[in-house]
């Protein structure tokens, strides 16, 4: 179903563009949380306050919820849930770019003389309505989901080598379609042969890529546009919003770590390994 603002109803709607229902309210706050492990949460909370119509809720004349609507995969679902807060899961992966929630209730019985002392004086206190319409609409909501934020970090770094530097030292690029993170030869040469390894590639997210992180989030503090022209920073975007990262006033050190799911607890993993 397609709803909007603007629609046009037979019969009493509840909602903020209508004034159908007198001292009533209908209204919906969600709080969207993007996992890594394609874990699309959304925590959503309804309130109706509206006697009569809480009453066709509880003798199972009316349905409340929500619909999820993205039109760039075509989903289109009504999720049922009574008034109050509830946790919703799905696959991060079903949906992309823009994605509409817009709250309803509706009828599952059809009424003739239905009553109502909220009803506008127009109404003259009763109406009809048939099953599977509407009967209140809360406002959209809308929400992005970037598939960017499921690409490897590795896949917007490349490595390379800068005889000035001296061994061992780090400096990071980000003027270019990938973050361009560069060491002396004699270092590239040890991370190219470390990281063929799980265990060395645990060791180069600490390293080396977590203080490349937080060098990263300082440049985009200080110069976010300069940033958003390159290829990079749209999966890097996509990665900080899904970690609820603020890029405009990150915490260097925390954020990094974040980003790479806190990569000191692999090494620990790995101690046995590492220390034999």
């Not at 319409?133 to 406002?139: N, S, V, Y």
């Not at 590239?188 to 937080?214: C, D, F, H, Q, S």
Request: contains cysteine; negative net charge.
């Amino acid at each position: 179903m397609k709803l909007s603002d603007d629609m046009l109803f037979a019969h009493p709607v509840l909602s903020a563009n209508s004034t159908d229902f007198l001292d009533s309210l209908f209204e919906a706050e969600f709080e969207i949380r993007i996992g890594d492990k394609d874990n699309l949460d959304i925590i959503a909370s309804l309130t109706l306050r509206c006697a009569d119509l809480n009453e066709l809720l509880n003798v199972g004349a009316a349905g409340s919820g929500f619909f999820l609507i993205c039109s760039r995969t075509y989903e289109n679902r009504l999720i049922e849930m009574a008034p109050g807060s509830k946790e919703h899961r799905f696959r991060a992966s079903d949906f992309f770019r823009s994605v509409q929630l817009r709250p309803v209730v509706w009828s599952k019985e059809a009424r003739r003389g239905w009553t109502s002392r909220y009803l506008h004086p127009e109404y003259r206190g009763a109406a009809d309505f048939p099953a599977a319409t509407i009967l209140a609409l809360g406002e959209e909501q809308t929400f992005t989901v970037d598939r960017e934020r499921l690409r490897p970090f590795e896949s917007i770094f490349s490595l390379a080598s800068l005889d000035e530097l001296a061994p061992g030292e780090i400096a990071v690029d980000v003027d270019a379609d990938k973050i361009v993170i560069k060491v002396h030869p004699s270092t590239k040469a040890g991370i190219e042969e470390i990281r063929n390894n799980r265990t060395g590639r645990n060791v180069l997210l600490n390293a080396v890529y977590l203080p490349a992180l937080m060098q990263v989030l300082n440049e985009i503090a200080k110069d976010r546009g300069r940033c958003e022209d390159h290829q990079w920073f749209r999966i890097f975007e996509a990665k900080s919003i899904a970690a609820g990262i603020n890029l405009d006033q990150p915490e260097y050190l925390r954020d990094a770590q974040r980003l790479l799911g806190f990569p000191f607890v692999k090494i620990e993993a790995e101690r046995e390994r590492l220390f034999a």
